[in-house]
């Protein structure tokens, strides 16, 4: 009987096989799935003020833990329907590097793309529907939404830094738990409780920002030069975090089985050819 999950070497080979893959979309794809992601985790985040805005006093610890609970349908969605998030190809791309299958210029440019429709998506649900439909921009949702963004602009470069590290860390290993299970109801569970879990701590999302900071600018609070100080050490941050921290703390742990499965296979494939001729 097999088992409903892959085991964590065995997510090692499939996560470099998922960085290579996301490498050789055509830029269409890039967009639009960058696009989709940007736009998913907006709508987590979204769905989290709204949620949390209106429990305040002696229940806003519990509206804390209930909009932490609610926000991981933005990385599902992204896992599941379909998405290019940032976050993720932090760790997922740099592990194809790491076995050589891919170059540096590859992951930057994977980066770049990802980064630019990322931030696409999340302004654009910042705006269509913070701003213009008016769910972020009135009563005590447009306080949630200010105080929120003053929280993470508050941070110092370092403060940032190590918040985003902390961010990453979880959320690249939400998108490895999705990878190593079968079937839906297990990606879920996987992607469901990292998530959760930074987002109750209070770590700071790259792609997340991209959608609580200018929707406070929207309504006139905090200025682009302030979003552009946040997004650098968060940004860093959460490189740091998928790269290292999960990205490379795995490839070191499980490489010498991931590279014998490789040269098991290479083997088998070369006596097959010979048994033919």
């Given amino acids: 009987m097999s088992s409903a999950y892959y085991k964590?070497?065995?997510?090692?080979?499939?996560?470099?096989?998922?960085?290579?893959k996301?490498?050789?979309?055509?830029?269409?794809?890039?967009?639009?799935?960058?696009?989709q992601a940007g736009a998913f985790i907006a709508l987590g985040y979204l769905l989290y003020i709204r949620i949390t805005a209106p429990l305040t006093g002696d229940i806003a610890g519990l509206g804390t833990f209930l909009g932490a609970s609610v926000f991981p349908i933005g990385l599902i969605l992204t896992l599941i329907a379909g998405g290019e998030l940032l976050t993720g190809n932090m760790m997922a791309v740099p592990l194809a590097g790491f076995a050589k299958k891919i170059r540096i210029r590859s992951i930057l440019q994977n980066w770049a793309i990802i980064t630019f429709f990322n931030f696409i998506g999340a302004i654009f649900v910042a705006y269509m529907f913070g701003h213009l439909a008016g769910l972020t921009s009135e009563g005590a949702f447009l306080e949630k939404t200010v105080s929120i963004a003053q929280h993470k602009l508050e941070a110092n470069f370092l403060e940032a830094f190590v918040s985003g590290i902390g961010c990453n860390w979880l959320v690249a290993a939400a998108v490895w738990l999705s990878y190593g299970a079968k079937d839906v109801i297990g990606k879920i569970a996987g992607i469901w409780f990292p998530t959760m879990t930074f987002v109750a701590i209070g770590f700071q999302h790259v792609v997340a920002n991209m959608f609580v900071i200018p929707a406070a600018i929207f309504e006139g609070h905090f200025t682009w030069t302030q979003y552009i100080t946040n997004f650098v050490p968060v940004f860093l941050g959460n490189a740091t975090g998928?790269?290292?921290?999960?990205?490379?703390?795995?490839?070191?742990?499980?490489?010498?089985?991931?590279?014998?499965?490789?040269?098991?296979?290479?083997?088998?494939?070369?006596?097959?050819?010979?048994?033919?001729?």
């Fill in 8 to 20: 964590p070497d065995e997510i090692l080979d499939i996560t470099i096989e998922n960085g290579v």
């Fill in 22 to 35: 996301k490498t050789k979309y055509s830029c269409k794809t890039s967009a639009i799935l960058g696009f």
């Fill in 242 to 277: 998928g790269v290292v921290f999960i990205g490379l703390a795995y490839w070191l742990a499980y490489k010498k089985q991931s590279t014998q499965k490789i040269e098991k296979g290479k083997a088998a494939l070369v006596m097959l050819k010979g048994s033919k001729g």
